[in-house]
């Protein structure tokens, strides 16, 4: 039952369908939560290695996995200190576990010490653009995003499994709840980057398990009232995963199942900015002009593989994305893109004799997407803007209205 609920968090299911690492990392933690408890059943030196070992492999998959580690390690850390103290065995158990701890570090601290100054720069970019993120603000906006991550209704299955699991039960998912808990207190504290809900990710495991336990709970009493209960919770939270992710398309009928995501509060949110809430996609189900450039380039270019260069980089218009379509509809073009990914934001470099390389341009007004590394970033895509609509070296072949009220420009090189 917990299997199945955690997989059907909306946020999870989004990010499923992501190439973004909180995905993993909530199954790291998974994991190494695991690991934690199946050495404190029994520790033992094998064991040690086996969670060290698990320990690393969650930090590695994205740092804020130490995060949602720290509180569970230090539960057990405090619970073996005082039995080793009781039994005078020369903290036996206290050593494994700070054994399993340093294998951890061990394995993470290459990564970090190699990726430390890009982490620096894109901290200090970050706080720059951004400001600096309070605690209080943080904290905040993460308690406010815990129903759409999980959905308002299998939170309220959370919290109602909290409330009548009893005291047998409620110990045995302790260590779970530590990581939530404190978790999401330790990633308030980050101050040079802003809050997403999808950090929360990892802090799922504790409620998929008490709803899970609830509902075992429910299955193992003898009269028909709680069993039906204990089937019918994980049904609709499969009725609703099945509606998040094919309600409308291709699933349209019937309406209650297709719209059941809407009727039942599901809703997830943006990137949060300066300015408040900045939704990524705000039409995700609107035409974005893709189809529009592949036809308008195929007109002039019939099956020639002629590199086209798309000018933003967001959830809608983006290089990657004009690749799905055209391989979707058996055209050659190569979409591709000036604009380099990397942590602390784009970059970009300006030549004349770089530009003539690309036979198209796509410009889109308005905002891009992702922000620039820096300054000199920023300004190269401002000359090569300038350099393809203003020389003579390309003609404008027409222009493509968008939902967010921008515009896409496209270009041939004459």
Same mark, same amino acid.
């Given at each position: 039952?917990?299997?199945?609920?955690?997989?059907?968090?909306?946020?999870?299911?989004?990010?499923?369908?992501?190439?973004?690492?909180?995905?993993?990392?909530?199954? &790291?933690?998974?994991?190494?939560?695991?690991?934690?408890?199946?050495?404190?059943?029994?520790?033992?030196?094998?064991?040690?290695a086996m969670l060290g070992a698990a320990l690393g492999l969650a930090f590695l998959?994205?740092?804020?996995?130490?995060a949602f580690l720290l509180g569970p390690a230090s539960y057990y850390l405090i619970v073996h200190l005082k039995k080793d103290l009781e039994e005078r065995n020369g903290f036996k158990t206290t050593r494994m576990l700070c054994t399993a701890g340093g294998i951890g570090i061990a394995l993470f601290a290459p990564w970090l010490v190699y990726n430390s100054k890009a982490l620096k720069e894109m901290g200090g970019y970050n706080i720059a653009h951004m400001g600096e993120q309070s605690f209080a603000s943080n904290l905040t906006y993460y308690l406010?995003?815990?129903?759409?991550? &999980?959905s308002p209704v299998l939170l309220a299955l959370f919290l109602f499994s909290l409330a009548f699991m009893g005291r047998r039960y409620l110990k045995?998912?302790?260590?779970?709840?530590?990581?939530?808990?404190?978790?999401?207190?330790?990633?308030?504290?980050?101050?040079?980057?802003?809050?997403l809900d999808r950090y929360l990710t990892a802090g799922l495991v504790a409620p998929a398990i008490a709803s899970g336990c609830l509902v075992a709970a429910l299955w193992q009493k003898k009269h028909l009232p709680a069993r039906l209960t204990a089937i019918a919770l994980p049904s609709f939270a499969l009725l609703q995963f099945v509606s998040f992710n094919f309600g409308q398309y291709p699933i349209a009928s019937p309406q209650w199942l297709a719209n059941l995501t809407q009727q039942s509060g599901v809703s997830l949110r943006g990137y949060r900015s300066s300015g408040g809430n900045a939704y990524d996609n705000p039409e995700p189900f609107k035409d974005w002009g893709h189809r529009w450039v592949i036809e308008q380039v195929d007109k002039y270019d019939r099956n020639i593989p002629?590199?086209?260069?798309?000018?933003?980089?967001?959830?809608?218009?983006?290089?990657?994305?004009?690749?799905?379509?055209?391989?979707?509809?058996?055209?050659?073009?190569?979409?591709t893109t000036s604009r380099v990914w990397t942590m602390?934001?784009?970059? &970009?470099?300006?030549?004349?004799?770089?530009?003539?390389?690309y036979k198209w341009y796509v410009i889109k007004s308005g905002r891009r997407g992702n922000i620039f590394k820096d300054k000199q970033?920023?300004?190269?895509?401002a000359k090569l803007i300038d350099f393809v609509t203003h020389s003579a070296k390309f003609e404008f072949k027409g222009r493509k209205p968008l939902p967010d009220g921008s515009s896409l420009s496209l270009y041939r090189q004459l």
């Open positions: 039952a917990a299997a199945i609920t955690i997989n059907t968090y909306p946020a999870l299911n989004q990010l499923s369908h992501s190439y973004l690492l909180d995905y993993p990392l909530a199954a &790291m933690v998974s994991v190494a939560l695991f690991a934690l408890v199946f050495w404190q059943s029994s520790p033992s030196w094998t064991k040690t998959s994205k740092q804020i996995g130490a406010q995003g815990v129903p759409h991550v &999980m045995v998912i302790t260590p779970a709840l530590m990581s939530s808990i404190g978790g999401i207190i330790i990633i308030s504290t980050i101050s040079y980057t802003a809050p002629v590199w086209v260069n798309i000018l933003a980089n967001s959830s809608a218009v983006n290089a990657h994305t004009y690749e799905f379509y055209a391989r979707e509809m058996g055209k050659c073009m190569r979409p602390a934001g784009d970059t &970009m470099t300006f030549s004349e004799e770089s530009a003539l390389y970033s920023a300004e190269a895509e």
